[in-house]
């Protein structure tokens, strides 16, 4: 039985096509393909810093996603946890601020 890496005509990787040795097969962005280590350890040219910040942004919602944080990214309050939350809310923010961002 052949093997994904045997029909592969060219051991590029798929994310910055760099030819090398060794690829693993992994799921990288959401798309299942076969990658250089620079890549997957995100170092590589093409996954830099900004990519790599994405990547991190989309792990921390989706563990979020139960949770209501007080807290919207950017640090402002969020509306949705003062209306589910009001009582916890107002240990959290001011009078002020639940009058703002509710
Ligand atoms: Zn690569």
């Not at 350890?41 to 979020?64: M, P, V």
Request: hydrophobic share 25%; glycine share 4%.
């Amino acid at each position: 039985m052949r093997t994904l890496e045997e029909t592969r005509p060219k051991m590029d990787c798929d994310n910055c096509k760099e030819e090398v040795k060794h690829l693993k097969g992994a799921v990288l962005n959401n798309t299942f393909g076969f990658y250089c280590t620079p890549c997957l350890s995100g170092e590589s040219r093409q996954a830099g810093a900004h990519q790599a910040s994405e990547i991190r942004t989309s792990d921390r919602d989706a563990h979020q996603r139960d949770i209501i944080q007080p807290y919207k990214p950017d640090g402002t309050p969020n509306s949705e946890f003062i209306s589910e939350y009001p009582d916890q809310a107002k240990d959290y923010f001011s009078q002020e601020q639940l009058e703002k961002y509710a």
